[in-house]
């Protein structure tokens, strides 16, 4: 039986990805070209500077895919992409790629959410992960606890009202005056290691008998380190962490540490509800899935891993680089659409490549 090669690509927000995966699960090639370097000079991502560049890269980024997995493009058998939530200007650029690659081989084209595709690269990794499973996807623009009852099937059980929690760990970074390049997640996961997480008494956000859901917040906890930046006159904005002396160090880390303390408490409490509601629902529930860029943080991890074993779940988060944005997750998506015929049909060859 021949191999089943889906060609996925991302280009939702700030990564350019690209790769090809088989119906078995194997990745066969993968590249990705990330803006992180550029848009942390503007302190976020600009769409109309994000999509120009994913104009620059999308091609060599699909034909180092294909390249990396020694298969042509005549190859494929269908190409997956991501076609929202993300940046329109953004997304368009992949969509336009995918529409040309389809309509030249005349290939299926699977049009792939980005959060379910987040979600589904757990069965890709771990492949006993079966439905129903829960699962948390924590990244820059999303917080949300779905119960995945099979592909194409979720029930929402909680969102962010307001910041997601990737968003306030890049927002206390910058507080704190961090080095963004690396991404402000990183640099305040490593500068906690050295502070007290119990310096500082931040309160739990949405704890006690008026909230009765699954659902996130993150502003106030920002605002509660933004008044503790103040209140020890650390200058955040203008002094960064490099010229900080020992002491301001100190105090930034203890700062670094209670905010993440809290912030994965909050993830706890969440989940914990969410796994009761998710039993209710799906009795025979065994995963906790952990997916997005948070997911990549040992905290994280660790404290949901106890969570996890407590309440008899097998905690699922798959490896960082496939956590953050990228092209496999699409591709494996793509197949799990593909293997249900959850497919449109080659567009015709008079079709336009732009489609809006
Ligand atoms: O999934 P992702 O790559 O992109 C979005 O779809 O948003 O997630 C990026 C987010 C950023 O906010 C980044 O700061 C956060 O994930 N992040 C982390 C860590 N690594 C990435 N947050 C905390 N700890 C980390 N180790
Ligand atoms: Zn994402």
Known sequence: ????????????????????????????????????????????????????????????VVADALHNAGVQESALSAVAVTIGPGLSPCLHVGVRKARIIAKTHRLPIIGVHHMEAHALVARLTEKQVGFPFLVLLVSGG??????????GQYVQLGTTVDDAIGE????????????????????????AREGDPKAIKFSVPMRGPKYLDCNFSYAGLKNQVRMAIESRNI?????????????????????????????????EDKCRRAIEWARRLAPSLS?????GGV?????????????????DLQLVCPPPRLCTDNGVMVAWAGVEHFRLGMY?????????????
């Open 1 to 60: 039986q021949e191999d089943v090669l889906v060609l996925g690509i991302e280009t939702s927000c700030d990564d350019t990805g690209a790769a090809v995966v088989t119906t078995d699960g194997r990745i066969l090639g993968e590249a990705i070209a990330s803006q992180a370097e550029l848009l942390g000079q503007w302190g976020g991502v600009v769409p109309k500077l994000a999509s120009e560049e994913h104009r620059k890269f999308i091609d060599k």
């Open 235 to 267: 200058d955040g904005d203008q002094v960064s962490l490099s010229m900080a002396s020992a002491e301001d160090r100190k105090i930034r880390a203890d700062i670094a540490a209670s905010f993440q303390r809290v912030a994965v408490q909050h993830l």
């Open 168 to 191: 306030a760990y890049d927002k206390t970074a910058r507080l704190l005056g961090l080095d963004m390049r690396k991404g402000g997640g990183p640099a305040l996961e490593e500068l």
């Open 142 to 151: 999303h917080n949300l606890l779905l119960l995945s009852q099979n592909v």
């Open 344 to 356: 449109e049909a080659p567009p015709d060859a008079d079709e336009p490549d732009d489609v809006r």
């Open 287 to 291: 995963s906790l899935v952990v997916s």
């Open 295 to 311: 997911a990549s943080n040992q905290t994280v991890r660790a404290k949901l891993g106890a969570l996890a074993s407590e309440l």
